[in-house]
């Protein structure tokens, strides 16, 4: 079945310095979505990436779809603390494409 | 005030007993997904649902079952079959397939001893 990979699995940064978590599918995607979970919280959607080699920006955040629509990327500049938690990918698969099949996810610390 | 009502935040169980969780949308969401949350784990799908009567094993349904009897309700029962089942539990719904954005509940710490 799919598999969707994410790296790394940790990632501590200074305030003001960027991040990037990576995420990889086995299988080619129709659309990839990105998630942010809080600490002690609840997972929520941020963006979802359709078109390959698709690019779209929030702000400090900069998601990307590769062009295979195999992987994809989130970027943060010059994180914040308010930017801690962990950072999941989500693919769907499934003769109908409604097994949504996240990532392990990356959990971002700050130190301020 | 639409959402995804997850209860109870917290549940305790002795070893050997079924349990159920409950998971409650007024979204008018057709789909609907039980994960699964364990440290390092990342959020594995237990079931999911496209419709009312009709639900899928994702990849870890072993131990696990589901009712859809309503389009608003998708309830988890936690099996004693289950060989790890402390866990969190997360509930989610969405539109339509996996290409729309899932709204998910708050969440169900169960701890089994």
């Known amino acids: 079945g799919q598999q969707v990979m994410q790296i790394p699995q940790y990632q501590h940064v200074q305030e003001g310095e960027d991040f990037t978590t990576y995420c990889n599918s086995s299988?080619?995607?129709?659309?990839i979505q990105w998630y942010k979970q809080r600490p002690g919280g609840h997972p929520v959607f941020l963006i979802q990436?359709?078109?390959?080699?698709e690019v779209k920006k929030q702000k400090r955040l900069t998601f990307q779809f590769g062009e295979a629509k195999k992987n994809s990327s989130l970027h943060i500049t010059a994180t914040q603390t308010t930017d801690v938690g962990t950072y999941f990918c989500?693919?769907?698969?499934?003769?109908?494409?409604?097994?949504?099949?996240f990532g392990k996810g990356t959990l971002l610390t700050v130190n301020p | 005030d639409g959402g995804i009502t997850q209860s109870p935040k917290y549940l305790f169980r002795k070893e050997g007993q079924n349990v159920t969780l409950s998971c409650e949308q007024n979204?008018?969401?057709?789909?609907m997904y039980w994960y699964r949350q364990d440290p390092g784990q990342g959020l594995r799908l237990i079931y999911y649902?496209?419709?009312?009567?009709?639900?899928q094993k994702g990849d870890i349904a072993e131990g696990y079952s589901v009712s859809r009897e309503k389009k608003e309700s998708f309830p988890l029962t936690v099996t004693s079959a289950q060989k790890n089942p402390t866990a969190f539990y997360l509930c989610?719904?969405?539109f339509g397939a996996g290409d729309t954005e899932a709204f998910f509940g708050q969440g169900t710490r169960l701890t089994v001893v």
């Open positions: 649902s496209q419709i009312v009567n009709d639900f």
């Open positions: 989500a693919g769907p698969s499934g003769g109908s494409n409604y097994k949504l099949t």
């Open positions: 299988t080619t995607l129709s659309n």
């Open positions: 990436l359709v078109k390959s080699g």
């Open positions: 989610a719904s969405s």
């Open positions: 979204l008018n969401h057709d789909a």
